[in-house]
């Protein structure tokens, strides 16, 4: 049974659809845990070895320099004298889909994730500031549960501490979220299905789920804020980053930080970076800063080779 499920799990991570038993012979201890697989985001806490080849990159193109990391997005550094309280975005909740191309293409019955996030000092691990804040929705594809069952996760996290998530609160794929992270509080909306716009201008969220942030203020170094793509692993299974999911693209819009020094900025001047890992074929996001800044665009891609 262990020896089973070891093998579809990897299986999952390296698309060796070939040595998959058949469905039907899935075991059910395995089955009966979707909750444990799809509902931990877990983080690399504090972030630091893992992610900071992804500050290094920052301002290089993607092809000059080739190193593994499991995060891409936009990275907004703090100007000298003032420090980022908060950080919004409004986007699209992708579905995740089984990868048709690259090493992990086509294994129907494996595990294939994505996690779209913004927070503060939660990308590159700035050295001195353990403490950081983030949060977004985890999507997933479980090929041994029923399509139906596959569900967004929303969740936040007030590093190092674990990721919790937000309660009261549900999101579906195709659904658009608004999510803010403040030193004080940490906030999600569901706006609901937009008919293919994200103009959330004059709607009214019919869902919201807000935390007080206890703690948070001045311990953030707000030093920088990131929209960020990441491929994570699952929680019971650390140390792998789950096969990354087809998601197709997302669009981070309406992107805001604000300063202690009370400015608003866009992402206009943020570091651009893709998430990389060589196992899952190499490069596997296109990421940019569009709109003069106004939007941080993200699409899965898939290398050649
Ligand atoms: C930052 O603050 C210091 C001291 O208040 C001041 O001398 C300096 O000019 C400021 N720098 C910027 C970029 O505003
Ligand atoms: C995956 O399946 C699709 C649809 O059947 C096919 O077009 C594609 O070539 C397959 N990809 C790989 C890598 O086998
Ligand atoms: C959950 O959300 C609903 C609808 O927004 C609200 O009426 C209800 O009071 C909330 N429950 C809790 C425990 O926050
Ligand atoms: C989306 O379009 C449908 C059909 O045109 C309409 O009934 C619905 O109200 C629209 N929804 C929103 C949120 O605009």
């Known amino acids: ?62 092809s000059e320099i080739q190193q593994e990391s499991t995060k891409g997005g936009a990275l907004l550094s703090s100007s000298t004298n ?35 996030h913004i927070g503060i000092d939660s990308v590159s691990g700035t050295p001195g500031c353990p403490t950081f804040l983030r949060a977004g929705v985890d999507i997933f594809y479980d090929g041994s549960l029923d399509d139906d069952l596959q569900q967004p996760q929303a969740w936040w996290q007030l590093g190092p501490n674990d990721p919790v998530g937000f309660g009261n609160f549900s999101v579906s794929e195709g659904e658009v979220v608004r999510v803010t992270a403040g030193a004080a509080e940490v906030k999600i909306e569901n706006f609901g299905r937009l008919n293919g716009t994200t103009c959330t201008e ?40 789950v096969a990354l999911a087809d998601f197709g693209s997302v669009r981070f819009r309406d992107v805001e930080v604000q300063t202690s020094g009370g400015e608003k900025k866009n992402a206009e001047g ?36």
């Open 202 to 241: 004059g709607r009214t969220p019919y869902q919201t789920s807000a935390v007080k942030v206890d703690g948070g203020q001045g311990e953030l170094c707000g030093r920088e804020a990131g929209w960020t793509v990441e491929d994570f692993p699952l929680a019971g299974l650390p140390g792998i980053p």
């Open 1 to 62: 049974m262990k020896l089973q499920t070891t093998i579809i799990l990897l299986s999952a991570v390296l698309g060796q659809a070939a040595t998959l038993p058949p469905r039907h012979s899935i075991p059910r201890a395995y089955q009966l845990t979707p909750q444990k697989l799809r509902l931990l985001h877990i983080s690399p806490s504090p972030p630091s070895a893992q992610s900071l080849p992804a500050l290094s990159r920052i301002g290089l193109a993607s």
């Open 82 to 116: 003032s420090s980022i309280t908060s950080i919004t975005a409004t986007y699209q909740i992708p579905k995740a889909d089984v990868p048709t191309r690259g090493p992990t293409a086509n294994n129907t019955f494996g595990i294939y994730a994505a996690s779209f």
């Open 270 to 305: 943020a570091g651009v970076s893709d998430v990389w890992l060589q196992a899952q074929g190499g490069r596997l996001t296109d990421c940019e800063v569009v709109g003069g800044g106004k939007e941080v665009k993200c699409d899965r891609v898939f290398s050649s080779n």
